[in-house]
């Protein structure tokens, strides 16, 4: 159980918006967040790489000022979140026999090391989250290992690989304000945290994070996660060809898509290719008007066509979601999904954007929204902030692990001063 009034900071390095979240934990163990900052990325953060390191610095200063004033606290340190095409993941097993047939911490840390080995790598970081572990004691699975009887101790886990170019300026980012870095956690399993329910994780899922410059997929079953991916592409491929074609600024592109969105009529017509008994989508109440825009490039027409809009969103947005669909298949993934889809991200906020899924798919499909929070402002209760609210929950569960022993500690508040000491005089006199 947490200490009263446990506190938590976590931010999400977004392509188009930095997010910071403060939440409290109180003894009983209900969630509340007291305090939250959001501030424009101005390009200065993609597909998980910082690209200029001064922006990204004055976008956190913003986001976490403005977090902590309403939460009426300072934080120390913070969790992350981290994505992108750069980051490589990996599931993979390890064990440990249990000479006095009980399981302790040492035995846990065999079993993880053992599971690491082959996914270290030379200018790489490996984190692993504390819910991405399953434990197996004798081939029986259990939630919680330490003290049980046996003979031998598994664990399966999820491994997310990181350039350390990354995390070292990620790092520099946050130092920058005066706290610290606590841990990092990847991002599909923080979205993963974020907004599924039990049951989703126990039937069967696929998590689809869209993300501006980045869309991550996370498929679980049977309690477990079995696989993740992260794609290069988000809703900004989107936004890209609408103002290439229309040759509009990229602000009123994003505008038009999420005022527009999937025309009722093309995903209704894409739906009815293989169900044509489908309950109809809905109805289009301006096809064919033209659209007159509010700040005009020079040279380009005062005014698009809606149909041409359309056409543009649709047949990026289903050769997106076309290239999703095909990963889960090609992984032989698509039997697992028996809750469907779960969209979440800012694109999951584009109209009809589930109905697409549901028609490439074949599958239910609804919008993730945050879940697992005891008290959470109307403001938050939103898909882009899924994965912020995911990277809380993981340091409440990463601070309860660091206490009870079940996780060594490299950095952080609850990093022991002895263990401090012992890296200070290995790296210096041995």
């Given amino acids: 159980m947490a200490r009263r009034g446990e506190i938590v900071g976590a931010v999400d390095f977004g392509s188009r918006n930095f997010r910071v979240l403060i939440a409290r934990r109180a003894g009983d163990g209900a969630i509340q967040v007291i305090g939250h900052g959001v501030a424009p990325a101005r390009g200065c953060m993609s597909q998980g790489v910082i690209q200029d390191l001064g922006a990204a610095q004055t976008a956190l200063k913003q ?3 403005a977090a902590e004033k309403e939460a009426g606290v300072r934080v120390n340190s913070l969790f992350c979140g981290i994505n992108g095409k750069n980051v490589q993941s990996f599931i993979r097993e390890g064990t440990a026999k249990l000479d006095k047939e009980i399981v302790e911490i040492r035995h846990l840390e065999e079993a993880r090391d053992l599971a690491s080995r082959d996914v270290l790598a030379p200018g790489k970081h490996v984190i692993s989250s504390i819910t991405s572990q399953e434990w197996y004691v004798d081939t029986l699975r259990v939630s919680e290992p330490l003290g049980m009887h046996g003979g031998v101790l598994k664990v399966r886990v999820h491994f997310a690989q990181i350039p350390s170019l990354i995390e070292d300026n990620i790092v520099t980012c946050i130092e920058s304000q005066g706290r610290e870095l606590e841990d990092i956690v990847f991002l599909p399993l923080a979205a993963g945290l974020g907004c599924l329910t039990p049951e989703d994780i126990d039937l069967g899922v696929a998590l689809l994070d869209m993300g501006s410059s980045t869309t991550s997929l996370a498929i679980y079953r049977d309690r477990r996660i079995m696989n993740t991916t992260c794609f290069d592409w988000g809703s900004s491929h989107i936004t890209r060809d609408v103002a290439g074609v229309l040759r509009i600024s990229f602000e009123e592109a994003v505008e038009l898509v999420l005022m527009y969105g999937l025309a009722d009529s093309l995903v209704r ?6 169900a044509p008994d489908a309950a109809p989508i809905g109805e289009d ?3 064919g008007a033209s659209i007159k825009l509010k700040t005009v490039v020079r040279g380009a027409p005062e005014i698009v066509n809606r149909d041409e809009l359309d056409e543009i969103i649709f047949e990026r947005s289903k050769e997106l979601m076309t290239k999703v669909r095909q990963q889960v298949h090609a992984n032989g993934h698509a039997r697992h999904l028996v809750r469907g889809i779960v969209i979440t991200g800012g694109a999951a906020q584009i109209k009809n954007q589930t109905a697409l899924a549901e028609a490439v798919f074949q599958v239910p ?6 879940t697992g929070i005891d008290v959470l402002p ?6 882009e902030f899924v994965p912020v609210v995911g990277v809380a929950r993981h340091g409440f569960e990463f601070r309860a692990a660091a206490r009870s022993g079940r996780i060594q500690v490299q950095r952080g508040p609850l990093r022991s001063a002895f263990r401090r000491m012992a890296d200070f005089l290995r790296k210096y006199f041995f």
């Fill in 63 to 65: 986001a976490l000022a």
């Fill in 269 to 274: 017509a894409e739906t009815q290719k293989d």
């Fill in 285 to 287: 109440d301006r096809r």
């Fill in 365 to 370: 499909a609804r919008v993730g929204l945050p």
């Fill in 378 to 383: 109307p403001q938050i209760n939103t898909p």
